[in-house]
Structures are given as structure tokens and as C-alpha cells.
């Protein structure tokens, strides 16, 4: 009992434990990078369709400081933050849950030194260089394009790595809580309607009192904030609120998983 409450407890931290992890998931996608670089065209479609194509029926957009930016460039990183979002998700949801559910890949992990943290860090962490990879490639796409008008811009990498933190962190945790595949149309219930309503398409003063504060606690509202506070240079102390709520989000989410994990594998 007590080797066991050892490795559920999520801490103390050893360092370097998820890094087999990773290194088990790249050797997975190594043969399979078309796979993996799928996820980073979706925003680029949406930007193309919607930035760009009703961008001449809606004409420019002034932010908070009376700087007028073309609608493209507002929309950009809004798909930048939900690129993050989604990558972490789909990698801390579905690939999770097969991998516990139906694969039986982390009994066979938690019978060698790792612990529960160990599997949750590897596995956040495994999706934070996926998300990375996406990010990267979304804004020199934006770049090429003239979307970027600020300097801060070499901020909005590190930006989309904490939104991808932020929700591969609750993703995972909340897989644990899934019982069938069934359980995943919540998940899809929730990223739905943010995606559509987190300002990602139109600021978020359109809304009305009680409904634009809604939105303004949801977590993607927070990332879309982010970027496009620097990928325009409409920058200020506010911000680091937003990167607060995330850091906490995604750390709860980690702390969660862990100690699910342990209780569901190492019973």
C-alpha cells in the first residue's frame, strides 16, 4: 500500500520522467507525419474561407486603441488560438482514451518506475510540441500573408503554447471522468460554441451585458486575447491575467489527470 500511495501522490516532481513519453510518441508519428501535420490546414482553411473571403463584405475592424486592422488580420489570430486549442484537445481526449481505454498503454507503463504524473507530463507535453509545430507554421503563414503588424508577434508562439497547456491539461483530466465514446458529443458541446463565440469572428463588445461576460470567462477567449493583442501590439499588464487563468487551468488539469490515473490503473 504504501509503494502504491507513493505513485499515486503526483509529488514531489521527478524531473524527466515523461520524456519516454514523448520519446514513445514520436517514434509512433515518425512513420506517420502526414498524419501529424494534417491538423495544422484546418485554420488555414478557415482563414482563407472566412478572413479572407467574407473579409470584402465586412470591410476593417478598430480595436480598443482606435487602430483600424483589415478583418483578416483580426480573425488570424483567433484561428491561431483555436488551432492550439483544438491540436491539444483532440491529442489529450480521443488518443488519450484509447490509449487507457482500449490499448491498456498506461497499465503497462505504471509497471515500470513511471508514475501517474510521469504519463500525464509526457502526454501534455507531447501535445505541447504538437501544438507548437501548428502555431509555428500558422503565422509564417500569417507573415507571408502581411497579417502581423507588431514586433510582440514573436510572443504568439509561447502564447499558443499556454493555450494548448491550458486545455491538453483539462482535456485530459476529463477524460478520465469518460466512460464510452459517447461521452465525447460534450466535448464537442463545449468546443463548438467557443470556437464560434470566443470574439474569434467579431469583438466581443457586439454581445450583450450578461452574454459578453459569458463569453469573457470561457478559456479560448482568454488565448484569443493573447494573440491578437500580439500579433496588432495592442498590448498591456491586462494580459497577464489571461495567461494566469490559463497556467492555472492547464495545472489543475494536470494535477486531476494524475491523480485519476492513479485510481483508475493502480487499483
Do not use: C
Not at 49 to 56: C, D, K, L, Q
Not at 151 to 175: C, D, H, K, Q
Amino acid at each position: 500500500m504504501a509503494t502504491i500511495a507513493a505513485r499515486v501522490v503526483p509529488v514531489p516532481v521527478r524531473l524527466g520522467g515523461g520524456r519516454h513519453i514523448v520519446e514513445r510518441n514520436f517514434l509512433l508519428y515518425r512513420r506517420s507525419w502526414v498524419v501529424f501535420l494534417s491538423g495544422f490546414f484546418e485554420p488555414v482553411f478557415y482563414l482563407l474561407s472566412i478572413g479572407i473571403g467574407v473579409a470584402h463584405l465586412v470591410g476593417d475592424f478598430t480595436l480598443s486603441d482606435g487602430t483600424k486592422i483589415a478583418y483578416a488580420a483580426f480573425v488570424a489570430p483567433a484561428m491561431l488560438a483555436s488551432s492550439a486549442m483544438n491540436g491539444a484537445i483532440f491529442d489529450s481526449t480521443y488518443n488519450i482514451f484509447f490509449r487507457m481505454k482500449y490499448a491498456k498503454l498506461y497499465d503497462s507503463m505504471l509497471a515500470t518506475p513511471l508514475r501517474p504524473w510521469d504519463v500525464a507530463t509526457g502526454e501534455v507535453t507531447w501535445a505541447l510540441l504538437r501544438g507548437a509545430i501548428y502555431s509555428a507554421m500558422f503565422i509564417v503563414v500569417m507573415l507571408i500573408m502581411g497579417l502581423i503588424s507588431s514586433w510582440w508577434a514573436l510572443l504568439a508562439l509561447p502564447a499558443s503554447v499556454l493555450i494548448g497547456f491550458a486545455f491538453a491539461g483539462a482535456g485530459m483530466a476529463l477524460t478520465t471522468f469518460m466512460r464510452s465514446w459517447q461521452d465525447f458529443e460534450f466535448v464537442q458541446l463545449a468546443i463548438m460554441p467557443m470556437f464560434l463565440f470566443s470574439a474569434t469572428f467579431y469583438p466581443v463588445e457586439t454581445y450583450p451585458g450578461a452574454i459578453r461576460w459569458l463569453v469573457e470567462i470561457t478559456p479560448l477567449y482568454q488565448g484569443v486575447v493573447l494573440e491578437r493583442a500580439f500579433s496588432t501590439g495592442n498590448v498591456g499588464w491586462f494580459l497577464v491575467i489571461h495567461a494566469l487563468y490559463l497556467a492555472a487551468m492547464g495545472t489543475l488539469g494536470m494535477y486531476v489527470a494524475s491523480r485519476r490515473l492513479g485510481k483508475l490503473l493502480l487499483k
